[in-house]
């Protein structure tokens, strides 16, 4: 697909078929997270793939029980509450950048992953960047069952999967604050 296009028509997709990401497709995916640029070059961004289905909804699960605790707005918590996985929306596929504790990991993992989703959206995937999985960013156990070393932070969650419904094209703006010409 046409960069513009992927660029224009990208939406965060939360609904998915119960149908698998193949293989390759995942390939072409992390492929586009590590073409990305990162400081000095340093190809910070590690992936951790899940595809797992009881091991997403067990994360989900724990997402969802910390989200009840930690004093999010009443809305969020009686959200948290249902059976269902508001956290993953049953994508098949849950993809985590993740990177050592250096100053532009973040700015790394975030570029890679925006470069994910649009290689993504071109194959004909949904995605959703979900940062609700911070969470539970410093329970060291559950990361590190889940492979995150000490040493790294979790920075980027992404979810990818075929859509139940593609939402539609969206159009914003840029808030131009000055020029100087
Ligand atoms: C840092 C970040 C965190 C986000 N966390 C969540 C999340 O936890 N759950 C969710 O459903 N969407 C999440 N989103 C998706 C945004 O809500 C979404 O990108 C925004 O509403 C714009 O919609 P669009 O992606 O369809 O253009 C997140 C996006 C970003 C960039």
Known sequence: ????????????????????????????ILKAGAMAPSAMNRESPQYIVITNKEKIRELSDKV???AGVIGLGAKIAEKMKVKEDVIFY??????????DKEKWTAIDCALAAENMMLRAYG??????????????????????SIGIKDSQEL???LIFGYPKD?????????KIQKRID
Request: hydrophobic letters at 30%; one cysteine or more; aromatic letters at 8%.
């Open 64 to 66: 969802k029980d910390k």
């Open 155 to 157: 920075y980027c969650p």
């Open 1 to 28: 697909m046409e960069l513009e296009k992927c660029i224009m028509g990208r939406r965060s997709v939360r609904s998915y078929q119960d149908k698998p990401v193949p293989e390759e497709e995942i390939k072409k």
């Open 123 to 144: 194959l004909g995937i949904g995605s959703c960047y979900i940062g609700f999985m911070n969470f539970i960013g410093d329970e060291r156990e559950t990361l590190k």
């Open 90 to 99: 049953g994508a098949p596929l849950l993809v985590l950048l993740v990177g």
């Open 166 to 174: 593609w939402p539609g094209p969206k159009t914003r703006e840029p």
